[in-house]
């Protein structure tokens, strides 16, 4: 049996997604999902999102990294499904919807998806690295020679190190390239590479920048691998609240596929 897919990248972080309002998408076929997202033998993506009815929001999104299994928030993703569910007709310039964290509004303007995430509460500096939960667990810590640097593999040794383990985190580097601009490379964990472009990494290394005094910004510019982001936020004591994630987000095909 054929089944429509369509692919969304948002600055390079790519995702297969599915409309599941039917519930014909099978959520517990982990080595199918692994398999749709597999860049040599399936369509390939980072991860795979479906779009969901939901009783009183416009959706629910619901996202699988691309091993397979259940992840928590994406913050390209939740963009990305957002434009989805605006191509398909579901929703027009403002929405709500709800991910793994919990409900999430979104507005378009332009070319661009602004995309609310959930407050930031707890910033944990340590001696070499901050770390805080944007939706997904996060590790920030500086590179200077970031454009040459390692990441796949420094990157997994901080992912399942201490005091991580098991559970893991995901890794950011960061190069600030002035007062409101900074360089993120990121490796993800459950992709267990480098991403292009991960916004819940970007949205974590914007609100870290800031607690550092790095800048005194409350709209940052991120410079990743597959473009350029943004992240605005009202600082309030040591948290934060009024997180937009903003920046493209594009459909880049259509198809079919037997599964």
Known sequence: MKHTFYKYQGTGNDFVMIDNRENTFDKH???????????????????LILLENHPSADFRMVYFNADGNESTMCGNGGRC???????LGVIGNKATFEAIDGMHHVVFEDSLV????????????????VFL??????HVQFEADIETFDIKTKGREIRHGAPY????TNVNFVKKLNDDTFRVRTYER??????LS??????????AMHYLGETQAETINLEVEGGQLKVAFT????HYNNVWLIGPATQVFKGEMAW
Do not use: W, Y
């Open 165 to 168: 383990f098991e559970a893991g």
């Open 114 to 129: 602004k995309l609310q995430m959930q407050d930031v509460q707890t910033v944990e500096q340590q001696e070499n690295h």
């Open 133 to 138: 939960n944007t939706g997904s667990p996060h």
């Open 198 to 207: 991960c916004g819940t990494g970007v949205t974590a290394v914007a609100i």
């Open 190 to 195: 459950g992709v267990e590479d480098e991403t």
């Open 235 to 238: 600082p309030q004591s040591k």
């Open 81 to 87: 499904i957002s434009q989805f569910a605006k191509d």
């Open 29 to 47: 076929d982990t080595k199918r999902i692994h398999f749709l997202c597999d860049r040599r033998f399936g369509i390939g993506a980072d991860g």
